[in-house]
């Protein structure tokens, strides 16, 4: 991760630097239009919400440490209502420390983002506020309770103890039809990881890419882009469950008629269309 | 929510809440989904029945024998969606069950050789899938795809090496060769079959990506577990371009898919190399990996830079399209060198390398020469020399100009062209760090021209056999981690024994053996017998001697006794008031070793004293586990237990033996003042019910009484009764002798004196 701070979250940020060690920022309003800090993008997606209540496709971000990328998309997601877990596919979590080679190192699965805050917080005030991770921190403990490995997730395995989460509804399951990695290598570990698990559920699962470059400002364009594509293809989903009885469901012709998943490949143009600088890579795998 | 549907839900969340309650519940919900349902059930509802069959049957918390045994009976349900609903997300969810539950079904027939009727159906619900694999929209056929990779692993035979076999992985080698109902022989060719059908997809149509990436991301099973198949798939992957899409006009969609269906193949390929090291395909995925990158950037670029440019040149200048043409004239397509008597194939476009750059004739079988061929050198020079006398002069000439031209045009294009090949291992190395194409060996395969571009010669050979790796010896830190793990999760499992026995209270008394069932007592005896005689005797009776080597070992030897009896005492310490008779019974294990083990010491002794060697075993009697572990048990108990709690006298009196130091615990506890006439209590007891001891606790009573002045009018109303002599003496020597025990507590005396004087004149 870059030290390049979320300028937005630096004026927050002034006033609570004051007091040290600060407590764990009061949890971020929930925004499910962020503010447009890039100004370049009117995507679509910009007022869509997915309706409660109707199929939902449910969702997965992945990064490499579970902490911005993907947090940034999960918050984003889950706040519009759509059902999200997330993970990160690094070997540990690593945040910046106070200098390039010395990053701060945690476990995955255990050490949870208040302490994680609470450990900075107490290490230099000062520089993790700057650099934003305060706050970014803070923002993710409202979400989940810790960073999650990917490698390490059974799917299939109820996540009934994740009820808290931001954006748990709908994933008790621990089943999940999209994931979406914010890196080529995150997107390469988890076709690699997949195979690994062996896709036991016989359940396919469309694994998308979305490059994103790990800074704050990033992140942030990134989670809409994403938020942009997740509201396209479950919109695509919805219609399939529309589509009933004789009046084509086993005709495959016609992209209008065709089901959920054979719009994908046209989904992700016209997605990419919309957001040439982020470029996108997708497979079907099987969990 | 429909109002059923809302109880149907509530029935699934019990089911994730416990795995357990699937059992029940998919018989519960069956009426409502299945074929008893109503025909007028709603759409919704069966949707919900096939997601619902497809999670079930995926979940991983249940046991697969219980899951086997639902399967068959849901068999008839799965068959009427797949042949009578028309809703795709039902025939989606119905097959991906399916999928799941064919296995289970096939290991079911396998052992049930009689059961027809639910292998005709299971046999009919695979004969729709199969249909529907080639006519059903994309969607549908994927999951078809991984319907069709499951029979393919249960229809083939897995890995002979019996170490490395798994008790779940079900597959050919479980059916017997004269099953009345699957024969084996057809098995197996279906499953070739299907195999066969699968790798087909790959070298299709290209237009659906999702139907490309679903089979690759399906073959890296199958090379795992299969790999009596792995060859057969991997020749397949080898022989299948993933660029074929780069003729296609490259609309956004076509690259997206294109570039996707590249990164799915190279994701499988690297997992094969990672997941098997040493197999030795792995050089040629490394080259086709290395190939692909190349021509993939090669086709990017290319429609990058000239996209306006006519379409029909590209679709020439490709190289992949070139191979197919071999029938063609060569020189057909527009040709970018001079055109010479033989005409000269252009060079594709993108980074070339010298084996391209000097391959005038790519269709000729020339081509594919490899040099290396001729061992013998001096055999070699026989052919060369006259080969090289019979080169016709112009046509070597006009081939130096051919491949002259190509490197001019090479070296005007250079600017643009070469940092192409300069960047690519940069631009690898921020993506991929676990895969690195060496750069050596990139500058090697692309001189030495190896193999054609496309086709890599794939020996007929299977693969090697598989050498399991030597696994490293654990070190004393592992074992130590590991024997400690032991011993926890055996406690672990005591604790989940206790719960069972709450609602058992009958005791078998004397009129049973010891830990003859698997109910916690069982446990307890043989956890404490493990701990006090398994290394019974191994501890070295020189111990005291000084020397490195025999310390190291004894103490290695008894690490895992003294780790048990660390188990316990911890367990013990959990809940002591319940578990007292755990600490009982555990420390008469203790005593009853330790008093084997002094037998056995006492006949060694003697044994030694003929030989005239007595005195160092006499004085290296051996150490007193029971000792140990009373006192340390009595020292952790003391410090919490309460006045109130009683329960120390059955602790006290149950005991297998008593000593000074063990009754100076009590003492000990009766430094604080609430708890003294606990204390005194146990000394009671033990002086009414434990004649033996009866010496023993008058002279710790005399201690106490002398020790405390707070317990002095407690302990003095005893030691009146039973030993008055003390008192006695005492009163007389208060000027006196008294002052012995106390000197530095002067003035507590004269007050405790007092008190006494005051009982005594009572």
């Known amino acids: 991760m870059s030290a390049d701070p979320r300028l937005r979250s630096r004026a927050q940020q002034q006033q609570q630097a004051a007091a040290v060690p600060p407590p764990p920022p009061p949890p971020m309003e929930p925004q499910p239009q962020p503010m447009g800090m890039d100004g370049a993008n009117d995507a679509p997606a910009g007022q869509k919400d997915a309706v409660v209540d109707r199929f939902n496709l449910k969702f997965c971000t992945v990064c490499a440490s579970n902490q911005n990328r993907s947090m940034e998309a999960h918050l984003q997601l889950a706040s519009a209502n759509l059902p999200t877990i997330s993970f990160g596919t690094g070997s540990l979590v690593r945040l910046p420390g106070p200098s390039v080679d010395e990053p701060n190192v945690y476990r995955f699965n255990s050490t949870t983002y208040e302490a994680i805050h609470n450990e900075l917080a107490q290490q230099n005030t000062q520089l993790y506020t700057a650099n934003g991770l305060l706050n970014m921190l803070g923002r993710n403990l409202t979400i989940k309770r810790f960073p999650e490995r990917f490698q390490d997730w059974v799917p299939g395995k109820p996540r009934l103890d994740h009820e808290g989460d931001k954006g748990a509804h709908g994933t008790e399951a621990g089943v999940v039809d999209v994931v979406i990695t914010c890196e080529e290598r995150c997107f390469d570990a988890v ?6 698990k062996g896709g036991k559920l016989n359940r396919p699962v469309h694994v ?64 990419q269309e919309r957001w040439p600088n982020l470029p996108a890579l997708w497979s079907l795998a099987w969990v | 929510m429909h109002p059923s549907l809302e109880q149907l839900e509530n029935a699934r969340s019990l089911a994730l809440g416990d795995g357990r309650y699937y059992s029940t519940i998919v018989p519960g919900v069956m009426p409502i989904i299945g074929v008893q349902a109503p025909d007028t059930t709603s759409i919704e509802v069966r949707r919900w029945g096939a997601d619902f069959l497809a999670e079930t049957f995926a979940s991983p918390t249940w046991a697969p024998e219980e899951k086997a045994r639902l399967a068959l009976t849901v068999l008839e349900t799965l068959k009427l969606y797949l042949d009578t609903v028309q809703d795709r997300g039902v025939i989606k969810s119905a ?63 897995s890995v002979v090496d019996p170490r490395r076999s798994d008790p779940n992985d079900i597959s050919l080698n479980l059916v017997p060769r004269d099953h009345p109902l699957m024969p084996y022989t057809s098995l197996e060719a279906e499953g070739q079959g299907l195999l066969d059908r699968l790798l087909g997809i790959i070298h299709g149509d290209h237009s659906d990506a999702l ?30 371009n993933p660029l074929k899409l780069a003729n296609a006009p490259m609309t956004s969609k076509n690259k997206v898919m294109m570039k996707s269906i590249e990164r799915t193949t190279r994701s499988l390929l690297v997992n094969v190399i990672k997941r098997n090291p040493e197999n030795p395909n792995n050089g040629r995925i490394h080259q086709f990996l290395e190939t692909m990158h190349q021509r993939g950037r090669a086709a990017l670029d290319e429609t990058n830079r000239k996209r306006p440019a006519p379409v029909e040149p590209t679709d020439g200048l490709d190289p992949s399209k070139r191979m197919r043409l071999a029938a063609q004239p060569p020189g057909a397509g527009p040709s970018a060198a001079p055109a010479g008597p033989p005409p000269v194939a252009p060079l594709p476009p993108g980074p070339v390398s010298y084996r391209q750059l000097y391959t005038l004739n790519a269709e000729g079988n020339k081509a594919a020469f490899d040099v290396q061929m001729f061992q013998d050198p001096e055999q070699l020079l026989r052919i060369l020399v006259p080969v090289l006398q019979s080169i016709d002069e112009v046509k070597l000439g006009h081939a130096i100009n051919a491949v002259r031209s ?15 090949p300069a960047t690519a291992p940069d631009d690898e190395d921020e993506y991929e760090p676990d895969f690195e194409p060496e750069d050596a060996e990139q500058v090697v395969n692309r001189l030495d021209g190896l193999s054609s571009t496309d086709n890599f010669p794939i020996p007929a050979a299977p693969l ?45 008394g004397f009129n049973r053996l010891a830990a003859s069932d698997f109910g916690r007592d069982a446990w307890i005896t043989i956890l404490s017998r493990l701990a006090t005689r398994a290394s019974a005797g191994l501890d070295d009776p020189d111990e005291g001697i000084k020397d490195e080597f025999v310390q190291e070992h004894a103490k290695g030897s008894l690490a895992i006794s003294e780790t048990v009896r660390e188990g316990l005492l911890e367990y013990v310490m959990k809940d002591w008031k319940k578990r007292l008779d755990i600490a009982i019974s555990w420390l008469n294990e203790e005593w009853y070793n330790d008093t084997v083990m002094a037998e056995s010491a006492r006949m060694a002794a003697k044994a030694n004293n003929v030989n005239g060697n007595a005195s160092r075993v006499v004085t290296h009697a051996p150490k007193s586990n029971y000792q140990t572990w009373a006192l340390r048990l009595l020292d952790r108990i003391i410090v919490i237990v309460e006045y109130t709690d009683k329960i120390l006298l059955r602790l006290l009196s149950e005991m297998p033996a008593l000593d000074h130091e063990i009754l100076r615990r009590i003492k000990k506890m009766a430094e604080d003042p609430e708890r003294i006439d606990l204390a005194c209590m146990v000394l009671q007891y033990l002086y009414m019910f434990r004649p033996p001891v009866r010496d023993l606790v ?23 009764r039973w030993n008055p002599a003390v008192l006695q003496e005492e009163a007389n020597g208060t000027a006196g002798n008294g002052g012995e025990v106390k000197m530095e507590n002067g003035v507590g005396k004269e007050s405790a004196n007092g008190a006494f004087g005051v009982k005594a004149a009572l």
Not at chain 2, 211 to 240: E, H, M, W, Y
Not at chain 2, 704 to 718: G, H, V
């Open chain 1, 191 to 196: 076709l690699d990881d997949l195979h690994n």
């Open chain 1, 208 to 271: 998308f890419n979305v490059d994103i470059r790990d800074n704050h400002q990033e992140a942030l364009v990134g989670g809409k882009a994403i938020l942009d594509l997740a509201l396209s293809l479950n919109e695509a989903a919805g219609k399939e469950r529309d589509i009933h009885g004789d009046n084509g469901w086993d005709r495959g012709s016609g992209s209008a008629r065709g089901g959920f998943d054979e719009r994908v490949p046209e989904i992700v143009a016209a997605w």
């Open chain 2, 95 to 157: 097959i991906q069950a399916a999928a799941s539950i064919y296995p289970l079904v096939y290991r079911h027939i396998v052992s049930d050789r009689n059961d027809s009727h639910h292998w005709q159906l299971m046999l009919a619900i695979k004969s729709n899938i199969l249909r529907q694999m080639d006519s059903a929209p994309s969607g549908v056929r994927i999951c078809c795809v991984k319907f069709v990779q499951q029979v393919v692993l249960v229809q083939t035979p």
């Open chain 2, 211 to 240: 139907l490309v990436t679903a089979v690759l991301n399906s073959l890296g099973t199958l090379i795992q577990r299969r790999p009596a198949v792995a060859n057969k798939i991997l020749t397949s992957v080898f022989n299948f």
């Open chain 2, 406 to 420: 190509r490197y001019l045009a090479l070296s005007k294009a250079a600017p643009n062209a070469a940092p192409a």
């Open chain 2, 464 to 508: 090697a056999p598989y050498k399991l790796p030597e696994v490293p010896p654990l070190t004393q830190q592992e074992v130590q981690v590991y024997g400690n793990l032991a011993v926890r999760q055996a406690f672990e499992m005591l604790a989940v024994a206790e719960e069972k026995e709450k609602s058992k209270t009958s005791k078998g």
């Open chain 2, 698 to 720: 008058v002279e710790v009573l005399t201690e106490l009484w002398r020790e405390n002045d707070r317990a002095k009018p407690s302990a003095a109303k005893w030691l009146n």
